[in-house]
């Protein structure tokens, strides 16, 4: 129902909305009323929402740093959609462009590889994009924040290395007659997992896992098992804090030919001959 | 500022640039003030100007000149930005106008127009009793609804309501001719 003059009840709920501290409930009532029309209420509402605009002015000014003006054109570029094409509030970065698998690689493929396949593809294409963003952000702010420098480039030199490991897994993706060797938690680590791709022209193995950050004194080994069930070091790798691991590893000609599987074992530091500990991923080359 | 608004709303991104440049230490400032962490705010920012850039044709509906538009938006999203945050912690910090008064001062490539609006606003806050502009800021820079303004202040909801209500006539009745002024201005 429309109001027919203001009062300090009108004026209150106008007041409220324009500062933005109605609950949730009353003002989408609110803006019910609003929309039915009600002629007291938008003239005040117009009044009051022109002065919440005016509000901010009164924060101290603050100049941002520069590279967000190169940031923001970047992303002008990348954006690119007239805006009069675009869905309105829409807004962020657009989604990556799905990528598919080559069908030479799919070939080797049980359904459940292919996706999570398709997920790490997706990711390092997407990725590397706003890292390579990120990177650009985090050197500006190597140059601004000179008290902060040690830190961020820690940071910077571990977001070039996701750079060009993710750059190194996709370029093994793409190329034809790469592999994908899952590799599952065992019984001594259900949730640890990791995944092996076998450049199979360069007989190169990329190998990546999640696994419990190794005690002190302990640390992960690879291993080559034979379909003679010979198991055969592809030596230690190393994890960083959070039981995260990349490592690259050439495979021997000898025993490309006969891997049956890989699994990763918890060693001494250093390694070990044989595999003195529990398996903790295990993954069957089919 | 209308005619960047324009061009941006035909696609020209270069009218964002040049609103980034007249505007974004404003915009900023609002924005830090808000939400009080530096990277947040860097990000928010962006988002802000990507926004105006995706809207900019819909600017004739809205109400109010380009700058309070872009403000709000600023602010909404910083707040909405707050809201969604972890470590979801209003900042409860008055503003200080006095001493930023001086240290606030913006660019050379602020337009002397935006510089009087930003001494009219912060005059016409400095009018209000300081409980009324303490209600006012909890609400606009800290994001607090009426019940939570109150529980905040320990003080009864018809009392933050009243605060609110007259504050804002009072503002009103101040920024009055500064809105006006600029819509002639165009
Ligand atoms: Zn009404």
Not at chain 1, 155 to 182: A, H, Y
Not at chain 2, 38 to 56: I, K, S
Not at chain 2, 151 to 172: D, F, I, S, Y
Request: hydrophobic content about 40%; charged content about 20%; some cysteine.
């Amino acid at each position: 129902m429309n109001h027919n003059q203001t009062t300090e009840e009108t004026q209150e709920r106008a007041t409220l909305y324009a500062l933005g501290a109605l609950s949730q409930h009353e003002a989408r009532a609110f803006e019910v009323h609003l929309r039915e029309g009600c002629p007291v209420c938008q003239a005040e509402i117009s009044q009051y929402e022109s002065v919440t605009g005016e509000l901010g002015l009164a924060a101290p000014a603050v100049p941002p740093p520069a590279y967000l003006r190169e940031l923001l054109v970047a992303r002008l570029e990348r954006e690119a959609a007239p805006p009069a094409t675009a869905p309105a509030g829409a807004s962020g970065t657009p989604l990556p462009t799905p990528v598919r698998a080559p069908s030479s690689v799919r070939l080797y493929l049980p359904w459940a590889v292919a996706a999570c396949f398709a997920a790490l593809f997706a990711f390092s294409y997407r990725s590397i994009r706003q890292i390579g963003q990120e990177i650009a952000r985090q050197q500006e702010r190597l140059v601004a924040l000179q008290s902060e420098g040690e830190q961020l480039k820690t940071t910077l030199t571990q977001e070039r290395m996701r750079v060009q490991q993710l750059d190194q897994v996709r370029s093994v993706l793409t190329s034809p007659g790469s592999r994908v060797v899952l590799l599952a938690g065992q019984g001594s680590a259900p949730s640890a997992s990791g995944a092996v791709l076998w450049d199979t022209h360069r007989n190169r193995w990329l190998v990546t896992a999640s696994l419990p950050p190794p005690p002190v004194g302990k640390a992960y080994q690879l291993w080559f098992i034979t379909t003679a069930q010979a198991k055969i070091s592809a030596g230690v790798i190393r994890t960083d804090v959070t039981g995260q691991s990349f490592t690259i590893i050439d495979v021997p000609s000898d025993v490309s030919k006969q891997v049956a599987a890989a699994a990763i074992t918890l060693e001494p530091e250093g390694g070990s001959e044989q595999p003195t500990m529990p398996i903790y991923v295990l993954g069957r080359v089919g | 500022m209308e005619e960047i608004i324009r061009r941006a709303a035909q696609g020209d991104a270069s009218a964002i640039a040049a609103l980034y440049d007249s505007t974004s230490r404003l915009v900023f400032g609002l924005i830090v003030h808000i939400l009080g962490d530096r990277f947040a705010a860097e990000e928010v920012l962006l988002d802000v100007y990507t926004q105006v850039w995706c809207q900019a044709s819909s600017y004739e509906q809205q109400r109010g000149t380009p700058l309070s538009w872009l403000m709000t938006m600023a602010r909404t999203r910083a707040i909405d930005r707050m809201r969604s945050g972890k470590q979801y912690q209003q900042r409860k910090e008055p503003l200080d106008l006095a001493v930023h008064q001086k240290s606030g001062e913006v660019g050379p490539e602020e337009a002397a127009a935006i510089s009087e609006r930003r001494t009219l606003v912060r005059s016409a806050l400095e009018t209000l009793s300081p409980p009324q502009r303490e209600v006012i800021e909890l609400a606009y820079y800290s994001g607090l609804s009426h019940s939570e303004i109150a529980a905040h202040l320990g003080q009864p909801l018809g009392t933050v309501k009243t605060r609110a209500r007259l504050g804002m006539m009072k503002l009103c009745e101040m920024l009055r001719p500064l809105g006006r002024e600029q819509k002639a201005r165009g």
